[in-house]
């Protein structure tokens, strides 16, 4: 309701319609009082939705993982700084220009695995900086703020969906699909990227079946990727991230796709604890290894996986569930939430810019040379 | 209290007291009232013992596995017959010779993939079956079974014991040790066959950090054997199953040390689900891969790993903890309880005879011979 004095608002009006879109799963949509997210602690079991109206809040709401995913905490981001904006008192754009700063720096500090976070970030700064430099009015910058995160709403869906169409032609007419954490609808605006991989073969006409990893710790495979992929009636089996190899043996899997969080200049890729395991696995069964990511997620200024900053989660989240202990008091627990595969794992990176393949130091450079 | 009127009272009252030892963890033990369990599925958090007075309790301790650890199960089904026995109604050995094997059968049927479990019973039926032949009174028989089954519990802490001294030396003086699932006190009579290896290590005055799997869907590692290794005051890390390849690849995993359910003639091993998984990786990272296992584990009847049968669990295990549902209704659900990790990737099996290397066909069948 905080916008209705502001000058957002009709801004804000308008989008509000646009962005909540039917038939698909609405991980974060922003409304007439602010964002809305649907919160990812407590599905499957209930369908909930929580309302940021303030910037703090939206950062909130990423650290305690309501929203995760590499590219939906960019483009949440993005949305959170925009209601800074669109909350400031500050009546100018000089006067505004240290908050919006702060409200950079916040959500910055919030992960440090994923990049979209900080690409996003960016690009934010980048459109501020000369618009409050050349004297806009810092209406018109609020109302510029907010159709940029709007923007990258809709480019995030359109990358999927061509990452989608790229990515569903790698995968085998009929078979199994192995995925890790959920690189969903539920991880990025919409579509998915490594299910958006699954969800475009499927559109083709290919006969897929889903081994989805539960993922521990916070069971995104479990939770996340079961529900959206049973709402697509997408055929899925939940698996213990230990019961990979056997299946692989058996001659279940015929593919492996996931999503990324961050990916060097040399094909590093950082995603999910467990991703590792998943690609040696692979590697061993002679099973390809797919990484599915927007071209926000790859990080040319990072040379290798070395240099990627990797998240320590608090340990609850390993010694309890649901509120009962599992391991006996003191013991130690590691938590990281993320590995780094490296690239010589991996078969291909699939991109909305196309597909690239080892060497990924010069694909990677040459792909950015060629789009960006 | 059933057998105070039974021939087999002395001889239980005289193991109740030989057989509760101090400074063992109390997995099984014969007591005046039957055989006593520490309740497995309780712990870490909770201290509670339940007391079997029939073999069909037994049974159902066994399957439900309030007890587990293939050597443990060993054990737990020849007092099972011993209970049996020392409860019949019959009045000769040939009246009780079709309930003798009625009662084998029932613990037969509790779980297919630890060999252990049919050793121990094929070990009762050898001696029963001339002893009634040969018309030896029942009750001597009774005595007889009871004393077999009280000899097993102590050789299998011995085999413990030994599999220790020899595996203690094959670790590092100083590092980590990751093992998988729990193959300690609690899997066997006492003192443990991979976790023996490591107290042995640690008794050797070797510097031993351990990693334990918390290994999914039971949570043995995170419960189980970091209970037990606390205890013993050794250094303990729980980690979730994803979690070892980066691990091993952060230089923290200097050796793997895993129990065994079953042992095919070619060395390949069924364990607990994902071991597997974690040969792999221990392979990959140029890690020795170390299986400890009395010699009743060892099946040189079942050519290679590919005859094991390997139990399928009741799907509540994967969907639910602690009666909180995980996963969406009605999505597929794995959950084999056991894999099997081919020959190749085991550096050496490690039992109470001596340490045995690849070729295993060869090598196994030899010790066989040797100390057969």
Redesign the interface.
């Known amino acids: 309701m905080w916008f209705r004095s502001s000058a957002g608002r009709s801004a804000a009006r308008l989008f509000a319609t646009i962005y909540t879109k039917s038939g698909m799963v609405p991980t974060l949509s922003w409304t007439e009082d602010g964002v809305r997210f649907i919160d990812q602690t407590k599905l499957?079991?209930e369908e909930s939705y929580v309302l940021a109206t303030t910037y703090e809040q939206v950062a909130k709401i990423i650290v305690t993982m309501v929203v995760r995913g590499a590219p939906a905490i960019g483009v949440s981001a993005a949305y959170g700084i925009a209601l800074g904006a669109l909350k400031t008192k500050a009546e100018s754009a000089q006067e505004f220009a240290p908050e919006f700063e702060k409200i950079c720096a916040r959500l910055a500090g919030t992960r440090p695995t994923a990049v979209n976070l900080f690409w996003a970030i960016d690009r934010m700064k980048a459109l501020f900086a000369p618009l409050a430099g050349s004297g806009t009015p810092l209406d018109e910058i609020k109302h510029r703020l907010l159709a940029e995160a709007h923007a990258m709403y809709e480019e995030d869906i359109a990358a999927c969906r061509t990452m989608g169409a790229f990515g569903g032609a790698l995968l085998p007419k009929e078979g199994g699909v192995l995925t890790?954490c959920n690189a969903g609808a539920l991880a990025t605006c919409g579509y998915g990227t490594a299910l958006g991989v699954i969800r475009a073969a499927v559109e083709q006409g290919k006969q897929i079946h889903v081994?989805a990893?539960?993922?521990?710790?916070f069971?995104q495979g479990?939770?996340l990727t079961?529900?959206e992929l049973?709402a697509d009636g997408i055929?899925?089996?939940?698996?213990?991230?230990?019961?990979?190899?056997?299946?692989m043996?058996a001659g279940k899997i015929q593919a492996v796709v996931v999503g990324a969080d961050r990916i060097a200049a040399n094909g590093d890729t950082a995603n999910k604890?467990?991703t590792?395991?998943v690609a040696?696995?692979a590697?061993?069964h002679g099973i390809p290894f797919y990484v599915a990511a927007p071209w926000s997620t790859i990080d040319l200024a990072t040379p290798t996986g070395d240099a990627i900053p990797i998240e320590e989660r608090p340990q609850v989240e390993?010694?309890h569930?649901?509120g009962?202990?599992?391991?006996?008091n003191?013991?130690?627990?590691?938590?990281?939430a993320f590995?780094?595969t490296p690239a010589k794992y991996v078969t291909a990176i699939i991109t909305e810019r196309g597909v690239l393949r080892a060497p990924y130091t010069d694909s990677l450079r040459e792909m950015e040379l060629v789009a960006g």
Chains 1, 2 share one sequence.
Do not use: F
Request: include cysteine.
């Open positions: 499957p079991l890790h081994y990893d539960e993922t521990r710790p069971l479990a939770r079961a529900w049973m055929a899925t089996t939940v698996i213990c991230d230990n019961m990979a190899a056997s299946l043996r604890i467990g590792y395991n040696i696995l590697k061993e390993v010694t569930h649901a009962k202990q599992l391991t006996p003191g013991v130690g627990i590691c938590n990281p590995d780094v």
